[in-house]
Nanobody, 122 residues
């Protein structure tokens, strides 16, 4: 079975940085795409960023463009989200997501992680 495990969340002051990582097991995502969504209390889950597994193509949400970046390591089966210049509005549970054949921005992804909390204080 497929498992996605996130790590790296925590509490940070506005203007600070965090790096989230997602490690996969159960299968190798050598195709398709992987990325991140987030959900704040009382709000719908929204797309953050994704990356294709067979090409250097990424997509970043306008709300975080210029501050967040996404990268992957196919050998280690990991995908990371570097978050810089964090704002209180970035506070949310961040979820790793993956699909073996589709662009997850077009959704819905087939696989989801359990989520990791990111809290940005003002």
């Amino acid at each position: 079975q497929v498992q996605l495990v996130e790590s790296g969340g925590g509490l940070v002051q506005a203007g600070g940085s965090l790096r989230l990582s997602c490690t996969t097991s159960g299968r190798t995502f050598s195709s398709g795409s992987m990325g991140w969504f987030r959900q704040a209390p009382g709000k719908e889950r929204e797309f953050v960023a994704c990356i294709m597994m067979t090409a250097s193509i990424t997509s970043i949400a306008d709300s975080v463009k210029g501050r967040f970046s996404i990268s992957r390591d196919n050998i280690k089966n990991t995908v990371s989200l570097q978050m810089n210049n964090l704002k209180p509005e970035d506070t949310a549970v961040y979820y790793c997501a993956a699909d073996a054949s589709r662009w997850i921005k077009a959704g819905p992804p087939t696989y989801w992680g359990q989520g990791t909390q990111v809290t940005v204080s003002s």
